[in-house]
């Protein structure tokens, strides 16, 4: 069981983002590699807690967490896990500003060099009915920019490798060490030294690869799943950025969902409502039949358990709801007039509802209670 990223920083449910930024930086201060040398355990909490803060400093990230718990993240090759030092020391920058440059960053993390990661990819994927309730695999071409083969980089001469320029000044608390981005090699510390001429300026060209994604059964519409390190190249020895793949519905031809529940209307004919029939229904793992019993009403609804969606929690299998309406021909032969005005006039056919025939809102309230 995987802790909850709560937990870990040590903080509230409905923690500010100043509060998760104040929470993270005491976590990443206590569990540094670089106070703690040697100690797997510290190492551990400081992958955690940045794994943590990762998610829950993005808005997106930290709702569908809210929503999902930590399958959010899950499921084949998606991120959420698995941050390794170079992206933790990325996110520095943004939660220590230069004050971390000159602090830590002797023990090679960190440093003036940044870590350079590539941009991120986005796809839509059209998944039908059936794929979502079942999980699929989904083999898509994407066009990623690829570090060109025999792109050689050389140290910059700006920087001297460090990524950074340094500035000494003198304030009124002494002198102070600034440190800026070096504009040279964007904070790379290399420059493209020489590359094939058909790559771009950065030394990549664009291709064209499959990726094969795995979907878990249960996503939503307008739901993203990530696929680490399937975006762009990064120049250098930087790591390749994401591929993120945000999840469309398809409309299915019979069945509405709903959560994780399904509807179906089916549609019978008055004589079959009277003496009773079996009918064959489509369900997203394939055919079923199911019985009507004789006396059927309109407006009754049979529920088909487990027939409906996996949660995408693990929280079980929604149910397939199918809505009996019967069906009334709209027109009629002499004999079939005659036929259905001899019924009118007898008793027995006048309507006369019983406990179970229940209105249609009492029969909602009772199915959501
Ligand atoms: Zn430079």
Known sequence: MKEDYYEILGISKSASAAEIKKAYRKKALQYHPDKNPGDAEAEAMFKKSAEAYEVLSDPNK?????????????????????????????????????????GFGGGGFGGGRRTVKGSNLRIRVQLTLEEIANGVEKKIKVKRKKLAKGTTYKTCATCNGQGQVTRIQNTILGRMQTAATCSACGGLGQIVESKPSNADVEGMLLTEETVSIKIPAGVVDGMQLKVSGKGNDAPGNGIAGDLLVAIEEKPHDTLQREGDNLHYDLYISISDAVLGTSKEIETVTGKVR??????????KILRLRNKGIPSINGYGTGDLLVHINVWTPKSLSREQKDFFEKMSQDEHFQPKPEKEDKSFFEKVKDMFS
């Open 290 to 299: 199911i019985k009507i019993d004789a006396g059927a009403q309109s407006g």
């Open 62 to 102: 930290r709702s569908r967490y809210d929503q999902y718990g930590h399958r959010a993240f899950e499921g084949g090759g998606f991120g959420g896990g698995g941050m390794n030092m170079d992206d933790i020391f990325s996110q520095f920058g943004d939660i220590f500003g230069g004050a971390f440059s000159g």
